[in-house]
């Protein structure tokens, strides 16, 4: 029984981390970490471009434009860094990061919602979830330095920031 919990065969996949639901979608990275011969950007024009993204798009959003847009399949793979890396050094990194806003304006929201609906126990719920996810990516973050050690996830003050 012990080793099921930690110990997953090749090929199964893991829950969700509230609903136990299994993801349907997984995409696969190509096997071969290599250069493609086809690709006509320098790794000084690639960093030149996702620094002119950084300032107009979310990190997320940066890969599936230059992907969609100029054929450029994978950043860390032709540059050596990752999209966020290359953001740091440009100093166009937001300052709390975007998984992270994402979750504090579903909380926003969620909130908003049971002040008009106070019997609403699913919302209830919902926002215990969003706000134990926002506090054990709170304490990632500050374990890798990403954010400071004296940040904190208040709910009454975050409200004022995001707005």
Known sequence: MLRSLF?????EKMARMHSRRKGKSGSTKPSKKVKPVWLNYSVKEIEMLVAKLGKEMPPSKIGLHLRDSYGIPDVKTITGKSIT?????????????????????????????????KQDKT??????LTESKIKRLVKYYKRKKRLPVDWKYDSSRIRLVTE
Do not use: F, Y
């Not at 110990?7 to 090929?11: A, E, T, V």
């Not at 100093?91 to 709390?96: A, G, M």
């Not at 919302?123 to 215990?128: H, I, T």
């Open 7 to 11: 110990w997953l065969p090749l090929g």
């Open 123 to 128: 919302a209830k719920r919902g926002l215990q």
């Open 85 to 117: 890396q290359i953001l740091k050094e440009k100093n166009l990194l937001p300052e709390v990061p975007e998984d992270l806003m994402a979750l504090i304006k579903k909380a926003i929201k969620i909130r908003k919602h049971l002040e008009e609906n």
